[in-house]
């Protein structure tokens, strides 16, 4: 089951978001514009987050890892995930406003429009920020850690960079930028002692995304 689960997360689903993140552009081209429908998408993603977190909780089960999701909320560690939230910000809101290359991120299709979507979007958060944490910074950095001899920085780097690349439909320049984040995502789950944190911090991140850029970046698609 764990080797299952690593397969799935490290090159079957960077492999599915490529291969998804074409399927979009070019559905792009042929609607001429045209917005793809929103509510699909986020029942979709839901659905494959549960059954990845379902699946690594099975991985986590076999391999008997200790994932812990109570955190200590010290003025340290809700500090640092102030901190760490205010730094993504403000440095989405940089690449935004003075970035020369055109977004090719397919972001604009997924941030909501109506109250219904708006709803839709929130507990899609919830399960992202739920699942993603376990999945990521619970079951696999644990796994990579027990094959890095416990080296806690290069296990940090390597379930960031599946991580990142589970992200393709966002584009390269995304990849890159969530790298860093989801290393820092790492720290707090380290520095509080549980995935409580980090997953709150996640969770309050993607909201805070769409409520600052979410009209900057559907202009920027329609441009």
């Not at 010290?74 to 940089?94: D, E, F, H, K």
Request: glycine share 6%; aromatic share 12%.
């Amino acid at each position: 089951m764990s080797l299952l689960f690593m397969i799935i997360v490290a090159a079957g689903l960077p492999f599915l978001t490529a291969l998804s993140y074409r399927n979009i552009k070019k559905m792009e081209a042929e609607l001429d514009g045209a917005q793809i429908a929103k509510i699909p998408v986020y029942l979709q993603s839901m659905a494959m987050q549960a059954i990845l977190c379902v699946l690594a909780y099975f991985a986590g089960r076999s391999e008997q890892l200790n994932i812990s999701f109570r955190s200590s909320f010290t003025a340290v560690s809700v500090g640092a995930s102030v901190g760490l939230i205010i730094l993504a910000l403000g440095l989405a809101w940089i690449s935004q406003k003075f970035s020369k290359q055109k977004d090719e991120s397919t972001l604009h299709h997924i941030l909501p429009d109506s109250a219904l979507e708006r709803l839709m979007w929130v507990l899609a958060c919830v399960v992202a920020g739920f699942c993603e944490e376990y999945i990521y910074r619970g079951v696999l950095f644990q796994m990579i850690m027990t094959y890095t001899e416990h080296i806690w920085i290069l296990a940090a780097i390597l379930s960031a960079v599946v991580f990142a690349f589970g992200h393709g439909t966002q584009g390269e320049r995304a990849i890159i930028q969530i790298i860093p984040f989801a290393i820092g995502f790492q720290f707090l789950a380290w520095i509080s002692g549980g995935l409580l944190l980090p997953m709150i911090a996640h969770f309050i991140y993607n909201i805070l995304v769409e409520l600052f850029f979410g009209d900057k970046i559907k202009k920027d698609a329609e441009a």
